[in-house]
């Protein structure tokens, strides 16, 4: 069964695309900022030190180089709200599209409060999951404007895959959530050890960092799981559409773990710890891919079997 | 298509001229001549709190090994880079004849009544990409003139425990910024984030009788009231030392502590 094309300029595909990895690169630079220890090295918002261009000196160089690559993510953005109302028919897109420009407007705004505040966590913590947001609304954007979603048929869900892939995705995210509450609250050393946490497989949780903390590897084991079933039912589908996506998610785990006990173990050097933050982003990316493709191209097989009855029937729904 | 893609490249036009405007800010400069205070200043009109004739002195001895100094490489800027060709120097402890430096001195307890505060400035200066004095030290709402030396930007920020947190930029030479902290801490650590090697600290106290301890780690406390007083000593990298202290009118006591490394 075919789906009803839909017409879409494939060079508004390929500024989606183009958002996606300049967002990518942002979330790493922001990463940056706060490996760097660099987040109150402009005191002031939005100019620095009363400039469109201060000197880009020490921790400058990493703040203030966050700014412009968030304003250069802003301008893409905006393009691609603009040109997305001009030429999108799908109401559904054009939302998302404009979903996309509130929330790096308002993106930008949390990254000025954290500033003139002095990173209080709350704010710190929302602004790095605000980020993950949209860059996940960047990647529903970047596959809804792509041939695939255009020209491809449904086949059934025969193995749950839609549900995995869902599950990885939000199993995924939370963990994100936990990791921005890690970072911005100053647990990232809470437990000094790996793979063990003062010598334990069990830490007495004396402190709330080391609860934030321990919560997180767990977490990990959760992501962990989630990605395997995701992989086991694309396996079980044989459908490379999915066992790509998900073996690749796998890999990104595994070097999302060990770059986790490389940022414990090296006393949060700045490029592990770092990296981190933008591996968990390209998981997130590629899981929330993964479940929006599953949700396009495969119907639960009681849908389908309705649909396949309709048609005996012959009614062309 | 056509229509859209057009709409698409005004749209990076506008931003682009919207991001080209803009400006600067002029230095600016509050005129004043604070000096580096690293002791209180005794004033004799305290209301409630008393001041009197006696004082102690003494010296901060340290036994020990001594970590050797390092040479911190300010590549982060060039202009620092450019005032430091060997590196900036770093000390954990800066020991001389077997005196401690940089120790914190004050009366920790024995006082009573309040002490008005003086309002001669106390400058942190930030000059060679460094701060002057390492250990500034200050009553209750004296003013704090914070000045920048160097032809380079920095901010200013200390992260308190009981007074309000800060952070200001001084992006031009000769700017001055003028803070008050009204409540009595001790080792506020003030740093850049712009250059993470510059590290000061700032003590506050409710009363003038405090100091920090010379290179070869003598001090001296002046116009304390006879009474029976509590003095501790406050090196960051070593432990604290409390001792009893007891003066009349009049006396120049004699007060030593040692640390051992």
């Given at each position: 069964m075919s789906m009803q094309p839909v017409a879409v300029n494939p060079w508004r595909h390929r500024w989606s695309l183009l958002t996606l990895c300049a967002t990518l690169a942002l979330i790493f630079i922001g990463g940056l900022v706060t490996s760097t220890g660099?987040?109150?090295?402009?005191?002031?918002?939005?100019l620095s030190y009363g400039m469109l261009?201060?000197?880009?000196?020490?921790?400058v160089f990493y703040e203030h180089g966050h700014r412009m690559a968030a304003a250069t993510v802003g301008l893409l953005t905006l393009v691609l709200a603009i040109w997305t109302t001009a030429d999108e028919r799908r109401k559904g897109v054009r939302g998302l599209a404009w979903a996309a420009l509130g929330a790096v407007v308002a993106q930008g705004l949390l990254g000025g409060l954290t500033v003139l505040y002095l990173l209080p966590p709350v704010v710190s913590v929302l602004h790095a999951c605000l980020a993950q947001t949209f860059f996940c609304l960047i990647v529903a954007l970047a596959y809804s404007t792509s041939r695939e979603w255009r020209t491809a048929g449904v086949t059934t869900d025969e193995v749950g895959l839609r549900g995995a892939a869902l599950l990885a995705a939000v199993v995924v995210y939370l963990q994100l959530i936990l990791g921005a509450v890690l970072r911005h609250t100053g647990?990232?050393?809470?437990?000094?050890?790996?793979?063990?946490a003062f010598g334990r497989l069990w830490p007495a949780f004396d402190r709330p960092g080391v609860a934030v903390h321990f919560a997180h590897r767990l977490g990990a084991l959760m992501v962990l799981g989630a990605v395997s079933w995701l992989l086991g039912r694309s396996w079980r589908a044989a459908d490379p559409r999915f066992q790509r996506p998900a073996g690749l998610a796998l890999v990104l785990v595994i070097t999302q773990i060990g770059l986790g006990a490389s940022t414990v173990l090296s006393g949060k050097a700045v490029l592990p710890t770092t990296a981190h933050v933008a591996v968990g982003a390209a998981l997130l990316g590629t899981v929330s891919f993964t479940a929006l493709r599953a949700f396009r191209l495969l119907q639960p097989p009681r849908e389908a079997r309705a649909v396949r009855l309709a048609a005996a029937l012959g009614d062309p729904a | 298509m056509i229509r859209s893609n057009f709409l698409a490249l005004l749209a990076i036009g506008l931003l682009g001229a919207g991001v080209a405007c803009g400006g600067g800010e002029a230095p600016k400069s509050e005129a004043s001549a604070p000096a580096a205070a690293t002791t209180g200043a005794v004033s004799t009109a305290a209301s409630g709190g008393s001041t009197g004739t006696a004082s102690f002195s003494g010296k901060v001895a340290y036994e020990g090994s001594v970590p050797p100094v390092e040479r911190v490489k300010l590549n982060a800027d060039p202009k620092c880079a450019a005032m430091h060709k060997e590196g900036l120097e770093r000390w954990q402890l800066r020991v001389k004849d077997g005196g401690l430096a940089d120790v914190l001195v004050y009366v920790k307890s024995g006082l009573h009544g309040t002490y008005p505060s003086s309002t001669d400035p106390v400058l942190l200066d930030q000059k060679g990409c460094d701060y002057w004095p390492h250990m500034v030290v200050k009553m209750v709402g004296q003013p704090l003139v914070i000045r920048n030396s160097d032809d380079t930007l920095h901010n200013i920020h200390p992260r308190p425990q009981v007074n309000p947190e800060f952070n200001i930029g001084q992006?031009?030479?000769?700017m001055e910024s003028k803070k008050t902290m009204d409540k009595p801490e001790i080792m506020i650590p003030v740093g850049c984030d712009v250059h993470p090697w510059m590290r000061a600290f700032i003590s506050v106290f409710d009363h003038p009788f405090f100091t920090v301890t010379k290179e070869d780690g003598s001090f001296e406390i002046k116009g304390l009231p006879a009474g029976e007083y509590e003095v501790e000593a406050y090196h960051g990298k070593l432990k604290t030392q409390d001792l009893k202290l007891t003066v009349k009118d009049g006396e120049a006591a004699k007060l030593n502590f040692s640390f051992k490394g």
């Amino acid at each position: 069964m075919s789906m009803q094309p839909v017409a879409v300029n494939p060079w508004r595909h390929r500024w989606s695309l183009l958002t996606l990895c300049a967002t990518l690169a942002l979330i790493f630079i922001g990463g940056l900022v706060t490996s760097t220890g660099s987040g109150l090295a402009v005191p002031d918002w939005p100019l620095s030190y009363g400039m469109l261009m201060p000197p880009m000196v020490g921790g400058v160089f990493y703040e203030h180089g966050h700014r412009m690559a968030a304003a250069t993510v802003g301008l893409l953005t905006l393009v691609l709200a603009i040109w997305t109302t001009a030429d999108e028919r799908r109401k559904g897109v054009r939302g998302l599209a404009w979903a996309a420009l509130g929330a790096v407007v308002a993106q930008g705004l949390l990254g000025g409060l954290t500033v003139l505040y002095l990173l209080p966590p709350v704010v710190s913590v929302l602004h790095a999951c605000l980020a993950q947001t949209f860059f996940c609304l960047i990647v529903a954007l970047a596959y809804s404007t792509s041939r695939e979603w255009r020209t491809a048929g449904v086949t059934t869900d025969e193995v749950g895959l839609r549900g995995a892939a869902l599950l990885a995705a939000v199993v995924v995210y939370l963990q994100l959530i936990l990791g921005a509450v890690l970072r911005h609250t100053g647990a990232g050393l809470a437990i000094p050890d790996f793979p063990l946490a003062f010598g334990r497989l069990w830490p007495a949780f004396d402190r709330p960092g080391v609860a934030v903390h321990f919560a997180h590897r767990l977490g990990a084991l959760m992501v962990l799981g989630a990605v395997s079933w995701l992989l086991g039912r694309s396996w079980r589908a044989a459908d490379p559409r999915f066992q790509r996506p998900a073996g690749l998610a796998l890999v990104l785990v595994i070097t999302q773990i060990g770059l986790g006990a490389s940022t414990v173990l090296s006393g949060k050097a700045v490029l592990p710890t770092t990296a981190h933050v933008a591996v968990g982003a390209a998981l997130l990316g590629t899981v929330s891919f993964t479940a929006l493709r599953a949700f396009r191209l495969l119907q639960p097989p009681r849908e389908a079997r309705a649909v396949r009855l309709a048609a005996a029937l012959g009614d062309p729904a | 298509m056509i229509r859209s893609n057009f709409l698409a490249l005004l749209a990076i036009g506008l931003l682009g001229a919207g991001v080209a405007c803009g400006g600067g800010e002029a230095p600016k400069s509050e005129a004043s001549a604070p000096a580096a205070a690293t002791t209180g200043a005794v004033s004799t009109a305290a209301s409630g709190g008393s001041t009197g004739t006696a004082s102690f002195s003494g010296k901060v001895a340290y036994e020990g090994s001594v970590p050797p100094v390092e040479r911190v490489k300010l590549n982060a800027d060039p202009k620092c880079a450019a005032m430091h060709k060997e590196g900036l120097e770093r000390w954990q402890l800066r020991v001389k004849d077997g005196g401690l430096a940089d120790v914190l001195v004050y009366v920790k307890s024995g006082l009573h009544g309040t002490y008005p505060s003086s309002t001669d400035p106390v400058l942190l200066d930030q000059k060679g990409c460094d701060y002057w004095p390492h250990m500034v030290v200050k009553m209750v709402g004296q003013p704090l003139v914070i000045r920048n030396s160097d032809d380079t930007l920095h901010n200013i920020h200390p992260r308190p425990q009981v007074n309000p947190e800060f952070n200001i930029g001084q992006p031009h030479q000769g700017m001055e910024s003028k803070k008050t902290m009204d409540k009595p801490e001790i080792m506020i650590p003030v740093g850049c984030d712009v250059h993470p090697w510059m590290r000061a600290f700032i003590s506050v106290f409710d009363h003038p009788f405090f100091t920090v301890t010379k290179e070869d780690g003598s001090f001296e406390i002046k116009g304390l009231p006879a009474g029976e007083y509590e003095v501790e000593a406050y090196h960051g990298k070593l432990k604290t030392q409390d001792l009893k202290l007891t003066v009349k009118d009049g006396e120049a006591a004699k007060l030593n502590f040692s640390f051992k490394g």
